[in-house]
């Protein structure tokens, strides 16, 4: 067991809107040393009263059966996000004895799950059955969505299970106020302060509950479209007297998703990523609420992205790093299987369509297949020799960070089992997508012939040295050690080249909306996928290149 350190509750009050405490629950909760007593709707709004309140419980009145909802509409969300344990007690359902009522009784305990279910509202308790639609609203054990959630009371449970409940998943400390903490934004883009929407910032007052300042920067958000900081935290009691503690990183975004990336940070994580190679979370500071969660972890300091230090042709160790130390603990675990062939195992990833205007440039660039038949082509690969094992899912460039040669891995959100190579891929991908400047004075004729050679038909996993007057010598150094590591992972000839096709037509099917040079080169993506795609698993030949219809 961990070590407990026995921290002072003060959030041990249970209360009952607009209706008597029953006497049974009332003994259930004071014989765990809570207060007890009804409160009113205008005291469920006040911060210095919820700031003491663990438990809020809500009883459908039968005579009233809907007015529950509208009180849950007024308080439920800011509730959970003031992590208070809420319970509902629906009206216990009418017993009747077979034959004798010709109607059956009325379902008041429906009204209840139909609502939470509308609003998508985790729910935890026994489980629910829907009987007008008769579906399961969620399922028993560990389905149980983390705190805090709703908990619905059964007709047969005891007050003195829901206690013992909210004892063994105490609230954690209440937000803190404006006076008690001050949060200050700024945006690395304008400088400008930027406002956070109130059920995020309250987050953020329960994360940083101990501080009295908190200095945020906004950072570039991720794929998943969380909002991320860097943050600056001054505590108001500390041990020190330096109050100022190391940054952290903050991300704020969908209660789910977030939920989903802390769970890979502390089951997969932990003990598989060398400690000084992955940020690790601060499980105190992290927190969710009815819609947002936040996680907070430490920040890697002194870093740059994989994708600045490739520009300046410092990648190649910081590569040699990422795929030898920092994910080996993942990669060892792979193993070969069969049964699926390697497309099979991809197609959930294959995109469905490209933006419009980028699929007309992708055929002034020379593009002569549509995606369909890509796709056709893609499942002409019958290798069914793979190595699955635990991949990031996600490795673009700008999730790696570079400390000296130490290469360094954030935002776990996709991880999860699938074919090693295709990490390999994305991070090709990735670097010929996003790693070249977006300066409108390049001359994206040079780029395009620049390196193409790398994309020319058949995947050579041992390209040669690029002209070193090239200004883009650099991604040919990245390609080189990328595709160095990839061969190793490769059991059957044409693997990696199925993968980087498909990591290029994922690039080239993203973000319509991007600076023109981007543009070019995601649609000169789809160009090299058509070209690697008909050069390994086409008919008899493979497209030649073409440059000449290059659009300036």
């Known amino acids: 067991m961990t070590i407990d350190r026995l921290l002072a509750r003060s959030r041990k009050r249970a209360v009952w809107l607009n209706t008597d405490v029953p006497e049974v629950a009332q003994a259930a909760f004071e014989q765990r040393h809570f207060q007890v007593s009804p409160c009113s709707e205008e005291e469920l709004e006040q911060h210095a009263f919820l700031a003491g309140v663990g438990v809020v419980v809500f009883t459908q009145n039968p005579h009233k059966a809907f007015q529950i909802t509208r009180d849950l509409d007024r ?7 003031f992590d208070c344990r809420v319970i509902v007690q629906p009206v216990a359902p ?9 109607q059956p009784p009325p379902d008041h305990r429906s009204i209840v799950t139909l609502y939470l279910s509308r609003r998508q509202i985790p729910v935890a308790g026994n489980l629910l059955t ?15 969505p983390p705190a805090p959630h709703v908990r619905i009371m059964n007709g047969d449970e ?8 909210v004892m063994e998943h105490p609230p954690g400390d209440a937000p803190a106020t404006a006076e008690q903490l001050s949060i200050i934004g700024t945006n690395t883009r304008s400088g400008r302060s930027t406002p956070l929407r109130p059920s995020k910032e309250l987050l953020l007052r329960r994360a940083f509950a101990d501080c009295a300042e908190v200095h945020l920067v906004r950072m570039r958000d991720g794929h998943s479209r969380s909002e991320v900081y860097r943050a600056y935290p001054k505590v108001r009691i500390g041990l020190l007297k330096g109050k100022w503690l190391l940054p952290y990183f903050v991300k704020v975004g969908n209660r789910n998703q977030i939920f989903g990336e802390y769970e890979n940070y502390m089951d997969a994580v932990n003990g598989y ?5 992955g940020p690790h979370l601060v499980p105190e500071r992290c927190c969710l609420g009815a819609r947002c969660g936040v996680i907070v972890g430490d920040w890697v300091e002194e870093s740059e992205s994989l994708r600045d230090c490739a520009r300046n042709g410092r990648a190649a160790t910081a590569i040699a790093c990422l795929f030898d130390r920092t994910l080996h603990g993942w990669y060892r675990s792979a193993e070969m299987v069969e049964g699926k062939s390697l497309p099979q195992r991809l197609t959930n990833r294959f995109p469905k369509d490209i933006p419009a205007q980028r699929l007309v440039l992708t055929q002034q660039l020379g593009a002569q297949r549509s995606l369909r038949e890509l796709k056709e082509a893609f499942f002409r690969c019958e290798s069914q020799r793979v190595l699955v094992g635990p991949i990031h899912g996600d490795l673009h460039a700008a999730n790696v960070r570079v400390r000296a040669t130490d290469a360094i891995v954030i935002d776990f959100y996709s991880h999860r089992g699938a074919p ?25 004729t040079r780029w395009f012939t620049s390196v193409e050679g790398l994309y020319a038909g058949t995947v050579d996993l041992a390209p ?12 040919h150094a990245c390609v080189r050690q990328i595709r160095h590591h990839a061969q190793r992972i490769q059991i059957d000839e044409g693997q990696y080249a199925l993968c980087l096709a498909l990591a290029l037509l994922v690039k080239a099917s993203k973000d319509p909306a991007v600076p023109v040079p981007e543009d070019f080169r995601r649609a000169s993506a789809y160009v090299f996928a058509e070209r690697i795609l008909e050069g390994s698993f086409g008919a008899q030949h493979a497209i030649a290149p073409h440059a000449e219809a290059l659009v300036q």
Request: one cysteine or more; hydrophobic letters at 35%; aromatic letters at 10%.
């Open 75 to 81: 308080h439920l969300e800011r509730l959970l996000d």
């Open 273 to 277: 990523i060398p400690f000084h190679l």
């Open 464 to 475: 040669g040295h690029a002209d070193p007057h090239d200004e883009n010598s650099w991604f």
């Open 94 to 102: 009418e017993k009747v004895e077979p034959g004798t009522r010709d």
């Open 420 to 444: 090693l190579l295709f990490d390999f891929a994305c991070l090709e991908a990735s670097l010929l997508v996003e790693g070249f400047a977006n300066d409108p004075g390049t001359p994206v």
């Open 130 to 144: 829907d009987s007008v639609t008769n579906q399961r609203i969620r399922q028993q054990g560990r389905s149980d």
């Open 158 to 165: 005891t007050w003195d299970n829901i206690a013992n409940y």
